[in-house]
């Protein structure tokens, strides 16, 4: 059974940065495309960013774009999330999911595999 177990979220203040971790066991990390989805109370879950199996493939929320950054380590089956100038509008509850198919759509469907989330504040 493939596992997803995030961690690294806190609490910041506006223009502060967190890199957030998420590692995966039970499964083969290196056929997953990863992605990061947020949740902030009350809304949906909205796509951050997705990164393919073999690192050359980026995707990014317009909202994050030039502010995050996604990589992976496949050799310590780890996908992370670098966040940085962060705003108010960040804060939410963030996931990290897989999925053993190519693509890295935006969908929460798309996307097999989640993690519990690990909370984001950021106060002003």
């Known amino acids: 059974q493939v596992q997803l177990v995030e961690s690294g979220g806190g609490s910041v203040q506006t223009g502060g940065s967190l890199r957030l971790s998420c590692a995966v066991s039970?499964?083969?990390?290196?056929?997953?495309?990863m992605a990061w989805f947020r949740q902030a109370s009350g809304k949906e879950r909205q796509f951050v960013a997705a990164i393919s199996r073999d690192r050359y493939n980026r995707n990014y929320a317009d909202s994050v774009k030039g502010r995050f950054t996604i990589s992976r380590d496949n050799a310590k089956n780890t996908v992370y999330l670098q966040m940085n100038s962060l705003k108010v509008e960040d804060t939410a509850v963030y996931y990290c999911?897989?999925?053993?198919?190519?693509?890295?759509?935006?969908?929460?469907?798309?996307?097999?595999?989640w993690g519990q989330g690990t909370q984001v504040t950021v106060s002003s």
């Open positions: 999911a897989a999925r053993p198919s190519l693509g890295l759509p935006r969908g929460t469907d798309d996307w097999n595999y």
């Open positions: 039970g499964g083969i990390f290196s056929t997953y495309g």
